[in-house]
């Protein structure tokens, strides 16, 4: 079933979310990599799970990955606005306008 959620997924805006994306992981440079599986995770997210914060900061506290307080945290947030500014906007109205079509294609 997911295959096949992924399949008209892709073809009803998947793959411009995907393209979306991978221009701005581009632009973005540094932060390509976790841009670029964000890109592959919009254009098949169809049998995929999310991982909670909340599990999230389980794994960290267990291995010592303490990011809160470094100097990462100030540029992170500088990204966060750029990537709002830019491309934050784009990238949701897409995921609004792809997934309008899917329900679309659900009530036929």
Do not use: C, Q
């Amino acid at each position: 079933m997911a295959l096949l959620g992924n399949i008209i997924w892709f073809l009803l805006g998947g793959w411009l979310l995907f393209i979306l994306y991978s221009i701005s992981a581009i632009i973005f440079f540094p932060v390509f990599l976790p841009l670029f599986r964000i890109a592959v995770y919009a254009a098949f997210p169809f049998g995929r799970s999310v991982i909670s914060k909340k599990k999230l900061d389980k794994y960290r506290e267990l291995n010592g990955n303490d990011t809160e307080n470094s100097a990462m945290t100030t540029i992170a947030g500088f990204l966060n606005v750029l990537w709002i500014i830019t491309f934050g906007w784009i990238l949701a109205l897409s995921h609004l306008l792809a997934s309008i079509a899917n329900l679309f294609l659900f009530f036929l």
